[in-house]
C-alpha cells in the first residue's frame, strides 16, 4: 500500500530535550516536505527536499533541522524543543511534476512542555 | 509570492443541503489548485485539483469546484451534504511550471447538522 509513514504519533517532551520525527514513504516520491498546523493559521512548510541531500528551509524553518540521506525518509530533528513547538507535525511526499498531488502522512502531535 | 485567503473558518449545514466553502487565491503567475480535506485524526488527502482546460472539476463523492480566472476563486461546493463530509477543507495553491512548493489556506471546518 501506497503510503508515508510518520513516527511517533504522539510525543510529550520537556523544554530542551532533543528530539526527532520520522517520515518514510514507499512512492518513490522525490519531493518531500515537512508542514506543522495550528489552530487559525492553517498548514506552514517547515522545510522542504527536491531529493537525496537537496534540502532547503520553507516559511517557518527556525528550531528546526531535515536531513534527507535515503530517498524514502525524510527525518525532521528539533534539537532543542520549546513550547511554541507544540503543534500538529505532518509530513508529505509528492512526484516532481507539474501539478502533481501531495501524499500525507497521519500527523504527530507534539506537545512540549 | 502567492498567497490564499478561505473566508470561512467554520461553516455549519445541515444534511442534504448545498454548501459553498470559499477560496481566493493571489498570484503574478498561473497556478495550479487543490482542495483537500482532513477527516478527524488523520492528514490530508487530496479531493480535487485544477490544472488546466475545464474550469469545472470533480470529485468522486460529489463535490465540485469551478475555477474562475477573473475573480481568482476556486470556490467548493456540494448540492447535498452528508454527515460523512463533516472535515476540515484546505484550499492550495501552486505556481505552475516551479518547483513543488504548496501554499495552503487556514481552512474551513465543515460541520454537517444532522
Known amino acids: 500500500e501506497a503510503q508515508v509513514t510518520q513516527n511517533p504519533r504522539y510525543l510529550i517532551t520537556v523544554t530542551g530535550k532533543k528530539l526527532t520525527v520520522t517520515c518514510s514513504q514507499n512512492?518513490?516520491?522525490?519531493?518531500m516536505s515537512w508542514y506543522r498546523q495550528d489552530p487559525g493559521l492553517g498548514l506552514r512548510q517547515i522545510y522542504y527536499s527536491m531529493n537525496v541531500e537537496v534540502t532547503d528551509k520553507g516559511d517557518v524553518p527556525e528550531g528546526y533541522k531535515v536531513s534527507r540521506k535515503e530517498k524514502r525518509n525524510f527525518p525532521l530533528i528539533l534539537e532543542s524543543p520549546s513550547p511554541n513547538q507544540t503543534s500538529l507535525y505532518f509530513c508529505?511526499?509528492?512526484?516532481?511534476?507539474?501539478?502533481?498531488?501531495?501524499?500525507f502522512g497521519q500527523g504527530t502531535r507534539l506537545t512540549v512542555v | 509570492a502567492q498567497s490564499v485567503t478561505q473566508l470561512d473558518s467554520q461553516v455549519p449545514v445541515f444534511e442534504e443541503a448545498p454548501v459553498e466553502l470559499r477560496c481566493n487565491y493571489s498570484?503574478?503567475?498561473?497556478?495550479?489548485l487543490f482542495w483537500y480535506v482532513q477527516y478527524p485524526n488523520q492528514g490530508l488527502q487530496l479531493l480535487l485539483k485544477y490544472l488546466s482546460g475545464s474550469t469545472l472539476v470533480e470529485s468522486i463523492n460529489g463535490f465540485e469546484a469551478e475555477f474562475n480566472k477573473s475573480q481568482t476563486s476556486f470556490h467548493l461546493r456540494k448540492p447535498s451534504v452528508h454527515i460523512s463530509d463533516t472535515a476540515e477543507y484546505f484550499c492550495?495553491?501552486?505556481?505552475?511550471?516551479?518547483?513543488?512548493?504548496?501554499?495552503f489556506g487556514i481552512g474551513t471546518k465543515l460541520q454537517v447538522i444532522p
Open positions: 512512492m518513490n516520491h522525490e519531493y
Open positions: 498570484s503574478s503567475v498561473s497556478v495550479y
Open positions: 492550495a495553491v501552486m505556481i505552475s511550471g516551479g518547483y513543488q512548493k504548496v501554499t
Open positions: 508529505a511526499s509528492s512526484f516532481q511534476g507539474a501539478g502533481t498531488e501531495a501524499f
